[in-house]
């Protein structure tokens, strides 16, 4: 018995991406088969196609990590029929980083739809003790949609740069899952937030998400003087600068004196220069972050129960199309997530 699924065999752009009927994948003692709903696209699914030295994937590879599903094989836990979501983040191994909740810092640490099979198909198997009840008064695309990226703001805004109430955030850029998410989240913790937007309408949208002052990139060439003239000459406590090559030098003068740069991500390359100046003479932190722990997972589901953080949907594109929504996602384009429903 087979099912439809879009995949790779060979890392490439999007034309290498293929759809077609694939065996439905065995289910391992400790996993259980879910029927996809509804699987959102990331950067991360652009980056794994592409390929970088030693990822090491068994072909053919399936992309997709933030899925919504139903529970199709029944087990102690779990009855056939369930709606579920799936943490992405799986523990291969315990360490001394698990043990104290760091999940994802342990080498064995892997991200569904990145090392192993995700859900761009039909089926998809996944450990157990990764299945989540859908939260209530979501659809699968919604339920979708703030998982991966919810996960990532979640550790990235309060575990690393440890955001306190009335401290001003600047994210760079509005338009993927990760910032969409990281604007409300911001302001759900009490911070005031500035974001630089590609454009009218993704200001316009960024500010029904929470942002207190937006300036079009491409608009005004030097945007960071009209953030300095809007702060009167004073700097961002945290600075969420996921683009990289293009704005990294921008983020180390426009970060206040002990501020906080954050990144979980390089949009526009991962090689920018860095004046080391500021970083002392402002004794600024530069700061990692990926992805997150099972128990941040749960508790940005809590977010999405209490409304605290809302899906943001770009388009949803049907799993036989799924190639165009790639496509859309490499434009740059988009404002929030791209969802593929088989």
């Not at 921008?250 to 949009?267: F, M, P, Y």
Request: hydrophobic share 35%; with cysteine; glycine share 12%.
């Amino acid at each position: 018995m087979g099912m439809n699924a879009l995949y790779f065999n060979n890392h490439g752009d999007s034309s290498v991406l293929k759809y077609g009927e694939l065996p439905i994948p065995d289910v391992k003692e400790g996993y259980c088969l879910i029927r996809v709903d509804a699987c959102a696209l990331n950067r991360l699914d652009l980056w794994v196609l592409q390929g970088w030295p030693n990822l090491g994937l068994n072909f053919p590879h399936i992309g997709g990590s933030d899925i919504a599903g139903t529970v199709v094989s029944g087990n102690t836990k779990w009855s056939e029929g369930e709606k579920v979501v799936i943490d992405p983040g799986i523990n291969t191994k315990r360490d001394k980083f698990t043990d104290r909740g760091e999940d994802s810092l342990s080498p064995g640490y892997r991200v569904i739809g990145e090392h192993i099979p995700g859900g761009f198909a039909e089926y998809v198997t996944v450990p157990i003790e990764n299945l989540r009840k859908a939260p209530l008064g979501f659809t699968s695309e919604e339920s979708a949609s703030s998982l991966l990226v919810g996960l990532t703001a979640y550790r990235m805004l309060v575990h690393r740069a440890n955001l306190k109430a009335g401290e001003r955030v600047l994210i760079i850029g509005s338009g993927g899952g990760v910032n969409s998410v990281a604007i409300q989240l911001a302001k759900y913790l009490g911070g005031t937030v500035h974001v630089v937007c590609g454009g009218v309408k993704k200001s316009r949208n960024a500010m029904k998400l929470g942002a207190r002052y937006t300036v079009d990139y491409t608009a005004e060439l030097d945007w960071e003087r009209h953030l300095k003239i809007q702060n009167e000459g004073d700097g961002y406590d945290v600075i969420i600068d996921n683009v990289g090559a293009k704005t990294w030098s921008k983020s180390l003068k426009l970060a206040s004196q002990g501020g906080r740069i954050i990144t979980v991500g390089n949009t526009t390359g991962p090689i920018a220069e860095t004046d080391i100046r500021y970083i002392f003479v402002k004794q600024l932190s530069i700061l990692g972050s990926t992805m997150g722990s099972h128990d941040d997972f749960d508790k940005v589901l809590e977010l999405l129960s209490k409304k605290a953080i809302k899906p943001i949907i770009d388009s949803i594109i049907p799993l036989a199309e799924g190639k165009s929504a790639y496509e859309r996602m490499n434009t740059g384009t988009h404002f929030g997530k791209i969802v593929i429903k088989p």
